[in-house]
C-alpha cells in the first residue's frame, strides 16, 4: 500500500535534495565529537569502571538517529512531495448509426467459423467498443422485423443485446425491406449530421410487409446513408437442419441478391461489401468504421494535491522522540 501511495508521488521542487548532501556531513560531525568526547576523559585505571555496557550505553546514538531522520524527512517535505490527478475529457460529434442484422434460419450456416450469426454478432460487438462517441441502435430481421435497442450510448447495454441474438427470434424469412425501413424509423428524429444503416444479410428478399426499393426511397429522403453487407461463401455452404433423428448438415446454395444490396449502397451514399469468411467480415467493419470517422476532442487536465504534510509530521515525532530521550532516559546530571 505504502510502495502504491510513493509510486504516485512527484516533486514540485526536486532540487531540495541537494540538501541530502549535508547528511553525511552531520553523521561524520557527530562521530568525530563522540571521538573527541570520549578521548578527553584520562583515567590510570579502568577497574573500578564497570565493563558490560549498560541500556543508557545502548541507547546513546539514538537521539541523533531521530534528529538525523527529522532532517531527512524536512528536506522530502521541501522538495513539494504532490500527487498528480490527471482528468480526461473526451467530447465530439458521434454517428447516429444501426446494425442491421438478419437473423434468418440460413444465417446458421457454417461457412463462418462457428457460423455466419455468430460471426456476425463478433464483429458487431468489436465495432461498437471502437465508436466511444456514436449513439447506436440494434435491429434484427427474418421475415419480419424487430428493435431490440433504440440507437443509445449505453455500449454495455448494447453489447449484451448483440450477444443475445438468436436465430428463430422471428419468423423465419428474409424481409430486406422490413429490416431497412425499421432501421430508417428509427433514425427519423435523429439530430446527427450524420445517420447510417449497417445492413448485413445472407439471402434474397423474400417477406415482409415493405419492399426494398421502398425502403430505399424513404432512406434518401431522410439523409440516412446504408451500408449493406452480403455474407456468404461462393458456390455452397453448409447448412444444420432439423431432421426426423435430429439435427442433419446439409449442403445450400449461397444466393446473395448483390444487385439490389448495391443499389440500395450506392443510391443512399453508402458502399455494399462482400464478406465470404470471418476475416473478410472483420475487415468489412474495420473499413465502414474508417469511412465514417466522428469528431472527438480529447483534452486533459492535471490536478495536484500536496503531500508534504506527512513528511512535516513525521520530522516532528523524531524530533519530540529525540527531545523526550534527553530529557527523560538519557538525562544527564551535572
Same mark, same amino acid.
Given at each position: 500500500?505504502?510502495?502504491?501511495? +510513493? ?44 565493563? #558490560? ?38 467530447? !465530439? ?10 437473423? #434468418?434460419?440460413?444465417? &446458421? ?20 467498443? *471502437? ?17 431490440? *435497442? ?5 455500449? *454495455? ?9 438468436? #436465430?428463430?427470434? +422471428? /419468423? ?7 429490416? +431497412? ?12 449530421? #450524420?445517420?447510417?444503416?449497417?445492413? &448485413? ?5 423474400? !417477406? ?36 426426423? !433423428? !435430429? ?44 469511412? /465514417? ?35 527523560? +532516559? ?5
Amino acid at each position: 500500500m505504502l510502495y502504491d501511495w +510513493l509510486r504516485d508521488i512527484e516533486f514540485a521542487q526536486p532540487y531540495q535534495f541537494i540538501l541530502l548532501g549535508l547528511a553525511p556531513m552531520l553523521v561524520w560531525a557527530y562521530i568525530y565529537g563522540y571521538q573527541q568526547r570520549q578521548a578527553a576523559i584520562t583515567v590510570s585505571t579502568i577497574a573500578t569502571f564497570p565493563t #558490560s555496557p549498560t541500556w543508557k550505553t545502548a541507547l546513546r546514538h539514538i537521539p541523533f538517529a531521530f534528529r538525523l531522520l527529522a532532517f531527512i524527512f524536512l528536506v522530502v517535505a521541501l522538495a513539494r512531495p504532490q500527487r498528480r490527478n490527471e482528468e480526461q475529457k473526451v467530447t !465530439g460529434e458521434g454517428v447516429d448509426l444501426i446494425l442491421t442484422i438478419d437473423v #434468418s434460419g440460413s444465417m &446458421l450456416a457454417q461457412d463462418f467459423s462457428p457460423n455466419r450469426l455468430e460471426a456476425a454478432k463478433e464483429v458487431a460487438a468489436n465495432f461498437v467498443d *471502437s465508436r466511444p462517441t456514436d449513439r447506436i441502435g440494434l435491429v434484427i430481421f427474418s421475415g419480419e422485423s424487430f428493435t431490440l *435497442s433504440p440507437v443509445t450510448t449505453d455500449k *454495455s447495454v448494447l453489447k449484451t443485446q448483440i450477444y443475445n441474438i438468436r #436465430s428463430g427470434l +422471428l /419468423e423465419d424469412g428474409t424481409a430486406i425491406g422490413s429490416g +431497412l425501413a425499421t432501421s430508417i424509423d428509427r433514425l427519423r428524429n435523429s439530430k446527427s449530421k #450524420s445517420k447510417v444503416v449497417i445492413l &448485413l444479410t445472407d439471402g434474397e428478399n423474400n !417477406g415482409g410487409l415493405i419492399d426494398p426499393n421502398t425502403a430505399k426511397e424513404i432512406a434518401k429522403t431522410l439523409g440516412v446513408k446504408v451500408y449493406t453487407i452480403g455474407v456468404g461463401t461462393e458456390g455452397f455452404a453448409p447448412v444444420p437442419l432439423q431432421g426426423s !433423428g !435430429g439435427i442433419v448438415m446439409q449442403r445450400e446454395k449461397v444466393n446473395i441478391d448483390e444487385k439490389l444490396l448495391k443499389q440500395i449502397a450506392d443510391e443512399t451514399g453508402g458502399r455494399y461489401f462482400r464478406a465470404k469468411d470471418n476475416e473478410g467480415l472483420k475487415n468489412i467493419y474495420n473499413e465502414i468504421d474508417k469511412l /465514417e470517422k466522428s469528431r472527438i476532442e480529447t483534452s486533459s487536465i492535471n490536478r495536484y494535491s500536496e503531500k508534504f504534510l506527512p513528511f512535516v509530521i513525521a520530522a516532528a515525532i523524531f524530533l519530540l522522540l529525540e527531545t523526550l530521550l534527553r530529557l527523560t +532516559l538519557l538525562k544527564k546530571f551535572p
